[in-house]
């Protein structure tokens, strides 16, 4: 059975930074893509970031590009996405999801989704 559950989110001032965790069971992760997604209240939900589960490449949304940065930990089966310099515009709950995401092509339907965690920046 295809599990992710997100951590790591939480409060922090603007210009702060979280590290999100994606852990993962009944897959291996050169098997899915996986991708970062947020949705803030009243908007879309919206692709973040993706690591490629052949040869780890990373593609990132414009927003976010070289403030975030993805990564894994195959022997953990785990994702990480490190958030820098955050900004209160970056408020929002994350979610993980597999087979979600293709380089820079985000799909908000089918896959295997997290339940998210909440990211909030504020003073």
């Known amino acids: 059975q295809v599990q992710l559950v997100e951590s790591g989110g939480g409060l922090v001032q603007p210009g702060g930074s979280l590290r999100l965790s994606c852990a993962t069971k009944?897959?291996?992760?050169?098997?899915?893509?996986i991708g970062w997604f947020r949705q803030a209240p009243g908007k879309e939900r919206e692709g973040v970031s993706c690591i490629s589960s052949s040869d780890g490449s990373t593609y990132y949304a414009d927003s976010v590009k070289g403030r975030f940065t993805i990564s894994r930990a195959n022997a953990k089966n785990t994702v990480y996405l490190q958030m820098n310099s955050l900004k209160p515009e970056d408020t929002a709950k994350y979610y993980c999801?597999?087979?979600?995401?293709?380089?820079?092509?985000?799909?908000?339907?089918?896959?295997?989704w997290g339940q998210g965690t909440q990211v909030t920046v504020s003073s």
């Open positions: 999801a597999a087979d979600a995401c293709s380089g820079s092509y985000y799909y908000t339907s089918g896959g295997y």
């Open positions: 009944g897959f291996t992760l050169d098997y899915y893509n």
